[in-house]
């Protein structure tokens, strides 16, 4: 088992930028990816930002340039810079984990944090 806590979301301003936070805890070890998801009024949720243990990233086409996700391993934690940020963006945005555990993988989800990008 994994929980994902975020934070960080708020109201924003076109042009601004937010940086969202997410705590893993539970069976770390476990964790091959952590991510984040958004999903936006009327949207399905979909991808925003995934990195690997080993760093490796991916980002929606969409937030390439603007967005930035990094982890902290020491502190359990993955974070996303979001940088010119636009109306478009406002979302839920849920931290992501998938596990693999004899050869199985699961994915877990945090509550949700809401970004909201208005003037």
């Known amino acids: 088992q994994v929980q994902l806590v975020e934070s960080g979301g708020g109201l924003v301003q076109p042009g601004g930028s937010l940086r969202l936070s997410c705590v893993v805890s539970?069976?770390?070890?476990?964790?091959?990816?952590v991510g984040w998801y958004r999903q936006g009024p009327g949207k399905e949720r979909d991808l925003v930002a995934t990195i690997t243990n080993n760093r490796t990233t991916a980002y929606k086409s969409s937030v390439k340039g603007r967005f930035t996700i990094s982890r902290d391993n020491a502190k359990s934690a993955v974070y996303l810079q979001m940088g010119s940020l636009q109306p478009d963006d406002t979302a839920v945005y849920y931290c992501y984990a998938r596990t693999i555990l004899m050869g199985s993988n699961q994915d877990y989800w945090g509550q949700g944090t809401q970004v909201t990008v208005s003037s």
């Open positions: 539970g069976n770390i070890g476990s964790v091959k990816t």
